[in-house]
């Protein structure tokens, strides 16, 4: 049984969770590495959406106290019946692991089920077990991954201690399931930062076929430029996205990709582009209109 948190207990995990804690996921092209450099550019909002959240390593690294409401977003619905599950039904999903193997076995006989057949505290379970059991968090295709220098990413003895401050972090958290067009324009307000981390530019098939393709690049930045509220969206270094993206505030960081293990760890060059310059120019011409009216 989980253990019920007292009010002092959930006073002081609110304190903590005002410092960073980690993704309880990996996840491919999540920002466990740039989440710092990234939380650092946030400007001032109100509301804080994340339009592609993957393992959301920006929400579990940012002050929840900087944004009064939070929402995250996936259009994965495995991912997000995960999430929601964590937030509304973690004894449950903690007791579903009671029995459980890690073997080859079990990977490939959970990998062959069918989502759509299950409860969502079985698909939740599902999903999780395959991520933190499969190579490289593959999504489509998961392939199990055992090495002989490594010990199982899956704990079973310590998932209810790993969730458990997931699942109160998650607790005034909004989990929404929609196209990121239907996000962007739904939550639009001045006062809304969203943070957009589409699929790295060549690698649009890695989350399953049709999901999002080269096109989205175009159909996201023609949003973008329109929106009311402001965003930073965090994408790979290379010349189609520099060009069609050139109107923006861009910057140029430096991150490690580490899908293929430390080992194979590499430099590279991302791009965080805003368009909080933009917005900033905007308000400072409406104060000089405002003095020249005085």
Not at 77 to 83: A, I, M, P, R, S
Not at 129 to 137: Q, T
Not at 154 to 166: F, G, H, K, M, P
Not at 183 to 201: C, G, K, S
Request: charged letters at 25%; a positive charge.
């Amino acid at each position: 049984m989980i253990d019920i948190f007292t009010e002092t207990q959930t006073i002081l995990f609110r304190k903590q969770t005002r410092t960073a804690m980690n993704s309880f996921l990996a996840y491919m092209g999540g920002k466990s590495r740039l989440a710092a450099t990234i939380i650092k550019t946030m400007p001032s909002h109100r509301c804080y959406v994340e339009v592609f959240c993957g393992a959301a390593w920006l929400l579990f690294k940012k002050d929840e106290n900087l944004s009064q409401v939070e929402i995250i977003n996936d259009i994965n619905g495995d991912l997000v019946t995960l999430y929601r599950v964590i937030k509304h039904h973690l004894e449950e999903f903690v007791r579903y692991f009671k029995w459980c193997l890690i073997a080859r076995d079990e990977f490939n006989r959970l990998r062959a089920e069918r989502p759509e057949t299950l409860t969502d505290i079985q698909r939740a379970a599902r999903f999780y077990y395959l991520l933190k059991n499969g190579y490289s968090a593959k999504i489509p295709s998961p392939t199990f991954s055992n090495s002989p220098s490594s010990k199982p990413r899956l704990n079973l003895l310590r998932i209810e201690e790993e969730l458990s401050a997931v699942h109160l972090r998650l607790a005034r958290v909004s989990i929404e399931n929609l196209p990121y067009q239907t996000v962007l324009e739904r939550f639009d307000r001045p006062d809304t930062l969203f943070y957009v981390d589409p699929p790295y530019y060549g690698c649009e098939d890695y989350y399953g076929k049709g999901v999002f393709d080269k096109n989205d690049f175009t159909v996201l930045k023609n949003i973008l430029k329109d929106i009311k509220g402001l965003f930073i969206l965090s994408i790979n270094d290379v010349k189609p996205i520099r060009e069609l993206f050139k109107k923006f505030h861009v910057e140029t960081v430096t991150t490690t990709y580490t899908a293929g293990g430390a080992h194979k760890a590499l430099r590279v060059c991302e791009l965080l582009i805003t368009n909080h310059a933009a917005q900033q120019q905007t308000v400072n011409c409406k104060i000089q209109r405002g003095l020249r009216g005085v």
